[in-house]
């Protein structure tokens, strides 16, 4: 798939980055993602998302769907060029799960949407204290595992909750643009503080 000029004009901020370039924008604008999580807490990622140009996005929220049309709606008139939809209607393969955890009823919602899809690659963030974020770039089959999982028992919401979701979304970003040549699964904890990266076997 090769940029249109409108496209290299539109996307320019983003394919003058060093390891992204216009492969690391084709790669994007062909990606197929989903995105799931309390409302308030992907209302940003989706923007992000869409205004990168991220190809297709199927977005599924906790407590239902209703309210969603508008975010669809809004996401549409950000970017003409992405598909929105809502996640239910999107099965199959994707690219990637970018999965915002800020309660258990997020976290349930996340389950329910990816257990069924083949992922190519995860980011799960989880906003209770202290902040974490699961990188993995491997192939896998329903829900992810480990530190920053969707296992049970979320916790009190982080301060930095906002800040969580959004460092998620730009490693989602990373790992669709391709941005480092073989990446290594990671777990990233964030305390109010300081943050720390462990790389995982």
Do not use: C
């Not at 790669?27 to 923007?47: M, S």
């Not at 996005?57 to 407590?63: A, E, F, L, M, Y």
């Not at 969707?150 to 800040?163: I, N, T, Y």
Request: charged share 20%; glycine share 12%.
């Amino acid at each position: 798939m090769s940029l249109t000029d409108a496209q290299i004009e539109r996307y320019s901020r983003q394919i003058i980055v060093p390891r992204i370039g216009g492969l690391g924008q084709e790669r994007l604008l062909a990606a197929r993602t989903v995105l799931a999580g309390d409302a308030r807490d992907i209302e940003a990622p989706l923007a992000y998302l869409v205004g990168a140009g991220v190809g297709a996005i199927g977005v599924r929220v906790s407590g239902g769907q209703s309210g969603l049309a508008g975010e669809i709606a809004a996401a549409r008139e950000l970017n003409a060029g992405v598909s929105v939809t809502v996640a239910d209607e999107s099965k199959g393969r994707v690219d990637l799960a970018l999965l915002i955890v800020g309660s258990e009823a997020a976290r349930k919602a996340a389950d329910e949407i990816v257990s069924d899809r083949e992922v190519r690659a995860w980011v799960v963030a989880r906003l209770d204290a202290p902040g974490k974020i699961a990188v993995i770039p491997g192939g896998a089959t329903g829900a992810p595992s480990g530190d920053a999982s969707m296992h049970p028992g979320v916790g009190s919401r982080s301060e930095a909750a906002e800040f969580i979701a959004m460092l998620a979304t730009a490693e989602a970003f990373k790992l669709i643009a391709g941005y480092a040549e073989n990446p290594s699964p990671a777990i990233i904890e964030f305390d109010g503080y300081q943050t720390r990266v462990r790389l995982q076997p």
